[in-house]
Each structure stands twice: as C-alpha cells, then as structure tokens.
C-alpha cells in the first residue's frame, strides 16, 4: 500500500509550509508553545491572518468562499498548522456553525454570518450544554418563548468554551415541551453582549479560562436568527456534531508531540549514563504512542475518502472521537512521565560534563503540563467517551 501523497499535493504542503515559517506571527506560534492562553485580541489576529489569505474556512465549498481544497490538500494543510504549532482554529464558527448556516439557513443569514466566520473577524461559542443537560442533550430546559417577531430567551448554558472571546453564540433552546423530547428544540442564534446576558468564567485543573457559564434572563433575539424550522433543532445539532467530532484528530499536533518527546527522552537522564530513551519500557511505551498515531490516521483516512465520495462524516466520527482521545491522553501521559522522571534525576546529574538540563526542562515541563491537564477533558466535551460507546453500538453496529 502506497500512503505517498501525490508530487502536487508535496507542492502544496511546501508552499502552506514556507507561510506559516515565514508570515504567520510569530509572537503567537512562541505564546502558543510555551502553553500560555492567548487574549481576544491574539485569538483574531492568528484567524485573522487565516481568514486574509483565505485559509481558514478550509472545509467549506468554494461558493461559501472555501478555498475549494480537496480533502488532501485540507488534511496536508492540518497537518502543516499543527507543524508549525500555529493554534489550533477556534472551530465553533469555522468547524461547527458555518457548516449548519450553509447547509440549513436562508441567503440573508449566510449573508450576514459566513464572511465574518471565513474572515476571522467574529468569534463564536456553542451553547448546548446546561447544568442539567450534558450527555442527555436532549433533556435540555433553555426556554424561548415567541413574542411576535422575537423569541425571549431564560436558561443558563454550562462550559462554554471560548464565551470569552466570542461575538455570537448559538443555542440549543425548547420552544415546545409537548412531544418527543428531541422534538420541540429550536436553533438560535445570539450575539454574546446582548441585554440580560452574563459570562461568568469557570477556571479548570490547568488553571485557565477556557470555560464559562452563560445566563440568559429575557433575552429577545430576532425571529430570523434562528436557524430552519422552529421545532427542528434537534436535526441541525446531530449534524454539527458530526463534523465536530471528526475535528479531534489532529494527526499533525499528536506527531509534533511524539517528535518533542524523542527529543527530550533522548536527552532525559534516567540514572547512571542512561538516558530515557534506553529504558525497554519506556521506548516501547513511545512506540506504542507512535503506532496508535499510525492507526488513529488510517482510521481517519478511512472516514476522509466516505466524505470526499459524498457522505458525511455521520457516526463513525465517533470512532475517530475516541480513538483520537485516547491516543492524546497516550501521548500526554508520556509527556508528564518524562518530564518527572527527568526533573527526579536532574539533580544527580547535574554535575555531567553535558547538562543543560534546567533550560530545557524549563522549556519543556510547562507546556507538557499543560497537554496534559488540558487533555483530561477530551474524553468528555463533545460527548464523553461512554456516549460515543453507545452510538458506535446502537448506530454504527446496530446492536
Ligand atoms: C473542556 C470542556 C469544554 C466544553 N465545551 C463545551 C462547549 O463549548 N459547549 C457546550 O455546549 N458544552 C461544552 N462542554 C460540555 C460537554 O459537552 C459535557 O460536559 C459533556 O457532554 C458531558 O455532560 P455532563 O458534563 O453533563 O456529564 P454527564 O452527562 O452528567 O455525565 C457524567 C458521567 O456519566 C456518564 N454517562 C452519562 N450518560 C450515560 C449513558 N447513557 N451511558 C453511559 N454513561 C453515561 C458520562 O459518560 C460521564 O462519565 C465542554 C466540556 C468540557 C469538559
């Protein structure tokens, strides 16, 4: 089996590859790898830079203004933004609405959102989560209620990401609790600083801001934003949720870990003239990281090749959900581990004729920190890894 890419598509990966080393920011790649949050202010100046060249809609078709790349030429693109260690995209706009709006909503609404999603210009949060609704989304309480041309809005939505940067934010709310309880959820759409909105940050284990709670107390939106039928919303989010599960795998950004990890193992003191990389254990828990790599992207490929013929990403994003999570806590873990082993060690050997060990330590712990308290979390925000479980049996199995 032949896995090249294409000589064109190396072209292709060449010139994404000569951007990002030379006309991306530079100050924000530095931020991003010592694992430290960028403000509102940075988080548009990196999609921004995306957004004026053009290249951060990639998925969407060239007539909602993508670049009308093929799957390849996406996936190469991926893996060269990860590469580089560019932040990841902020995927509620580009990844999760923008689809919906184009798929589900009117001329007039994509012409109000899709430029500013392509653009970088406007950030987006996702409200589906409330304080009692998280893998039962469905049982979900955020009402709005019709008044003549507005629906008014009462109910508070929980782990917002990103509410903190975002201009809009979309809403899973229940116009009606008469039927089904997926029937009678209704796709909204807010702007984040309307009257009687409230973001209140939560911190999480890492010590950051990622998270928020978002209230709602009688806020009147337009009718026309919301998003297809009223009573319908149920479908859309299904819909999103399939793209957004594919987004986890970031082949790119797993192997630029492995790549830092067999850099810093090879390095890492393990007692004696060992170095990390010479412990049998160890070395065959990276191999092992690196073969789930291997895996996690056929599978992706897998799901890829049914898109490009068509289809949607639909259930088996599930797969690449879990599978991607697991490998990210794999890798991380090791990330950790060798980090404390070489911090245990360092002191020891610190008199070896080639130790430069507290810069390098320094450079590398926080950031390995960080992946890895961040990556605790994967295997529950966009449905835990038991939901997931549960789809692939049920809709993928049919058991
Ligand atoms: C970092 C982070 C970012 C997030 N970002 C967003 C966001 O931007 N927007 C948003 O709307 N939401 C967001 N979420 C929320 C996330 O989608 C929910 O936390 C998730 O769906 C789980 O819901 P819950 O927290 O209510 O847990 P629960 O649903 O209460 O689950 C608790 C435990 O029970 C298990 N469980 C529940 N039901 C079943 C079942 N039927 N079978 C087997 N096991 C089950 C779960 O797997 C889990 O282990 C985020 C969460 C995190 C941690």
């Known amino acids: 089996m032949d896995l090249a890419f294409a000589p064109e ?13 030379t006309e991306f920011p530079g100050d924000i790649i530095a931020k991003t790898a010592a694992g430290r ?8 100046r990196s999609e921004q830079a995306l957004g004026a060249k053009g290249w951060l809609a990639t998925g969407w078709p060239a007539e909602y203004g993508g670049p009308g790349w093929s799957i390849e030429q996406q996936y190469i693109f991926d893996e060269e933004l990860e590469r580089a260690g560019v932040p990841t995209v902020t995927p509620m706009g580009v990844i999760y609405v923008g689809p919906v709006l184009y798929t589900f909503g009117s001329e007039e609404q994509k012409a109000r959102w899709l430029p500013g999603i392509r653009e970088g210009r406007e950030g987006w ?21 019709r008044e003549g041309d507005e629906y008014v809005l009462n109910g508070t939505k929980v782990w917002t990401s990103a509410a903190q940067h975002a201009d809009w934010i979309f809403l899973l709310t229940r116009t009606d609790n008469s039927g089904r309880k997926q029937e009678g959820i209704t796709f909204l759409i807010s ?26 107390e009688n806020v009147r939106v337009p009718v026309d934003y919301r998003i297809g039928e009223e009573g319908k919303g149920w479908t859309y989010s299904q819909y999103l949720l399939g793209h957004e ?12 870990m492995l790549a830092g990890l067999r850099e810093i193992a090879a390095w890492a003191p393990a007692g004696g003239n060992r170095r990390l990389i010479d412990e049998p254990a160890f070395a065959a828990k990276l191999t092992g990281a690196e073969m789930a790599v291997d895996s996690l992207e056929m599978t992706v490929f897998r799901i890829l090749s049914a898109v490009a013929a068509g289809g949607a990403p ?6 690449v959900k879990i599978l991607a999570t697991e490998t990210h806590q ?11 082993r070489a911090a245990l060690i360092a002191s020891e050997d610190s008199a070896a004729p080639d130790w430069a060990g507290e810069d390098r330590l320094a450079a590398w712990a926080p950031p390995a920190r960080a992946a890895y308290l961040g990556g605790r979390a994967q295997s529950i925000y966009g449905g835990t890894n038991e939901i997931q479980k549960n789809i692939i049996a049920k809709r993928v199995l049919g058991l």
């Open 330 to 340: 794999q890798i991380t873990e090791l990330m950790l581990e060798a980090s404390a």
């Open 9 to 21: 598509l190396e072209r292709f990966r060449g010139k994404v590859r000569h951007y990002f080393e």
């Open 125 to 145: 949060a996702q409200g589906y989560s409330e304080p009692e609704a998280g893998s039962d989304l469905a049982s979900l309480q955020f009402s709005a209620v």
């Open 37 to 44: 949050s960028l403000t509102t202010r940075e988080v548009r």
């Open 191 to 216: 702007e984040i600083d309307r009257p009687g909105v409230r973001v209140t940050p939560i911190i999480s284990i890492d010590g950051k801001h990622a998270l928020n709670q978002v209230t709602f």
């Open 314 to 319: 639909g259930n088996e994003a599930s797969i």
């Open 245 to 256: 599960r594919t987004s986890y795998a970031r082949i790119g950004g797993k192997r630029k």
